[in-house]
């Protein structure tokens, strides 16, 4: 089974900036897209951006502009350079991968637990 693991969520200021990891682990062959999604309590999750295995990228209008998705292949992780953050940035980030394949076969829909990013104003 492989994992999803998210890090880098803290308290920061607006404006300020964070750069989220997420870390695939387990026997790995590949992993197609991956993305980052945000929760807030009481709303349903929403996409933020994604990334193909080839380097393309794609995001909501909200975030365009101020976050960079990227990822590194290599160590089977992505990650969410978040700058000029707000307090509506406020939530708890997600890392799913729709596809990856495994040892095993295809793994569908991984998620990882979340980490919180909390910006003040």
């Known amino acids: 089974q492989v994992q999803l693991v998210e890090s880098g969520g803290a308290l920061v200021q607006a404006g300020g900036s964070l750069r989220l990891s997420c870390v695939a682990s387990?026997?790995?062959?590949?992993?197609?897209?991956m993305a980052w999604y945000r929760q807030t309590p009481g709303e349903q999750r929403e996409l933020v951006a994604t990334?193909?295995?080839?380097?393309?990228?794609n995001y909501q209008d909200f975030v365009k502009g101020r976050f960079t998705i990227s990822r590194d292949n290599d160590k089977n992780t992505v990650y969410l350079q978040m700058n000029s953050l707000q307090p509506e940035d406020t939530a708890v980030y997600y890392c799913?991968?729709?596809?990856?394949?495994?040892?095993?076969?295809?793994?569908?829909?991984?998620w990882g637990q979340g980490t919180q990013v909390t910006v003040s104003p």
């Open positions: 990334i193909t295995d080839g380097g393309d990228t």
């Open positions: 799913n991968a729709p596809r990856i394949k495994t040892q095993r076969g295809i793994q569908f829909d991984t």
């Open positions: 387990g026997r790995i062959f590949s992993i197609d897209t």
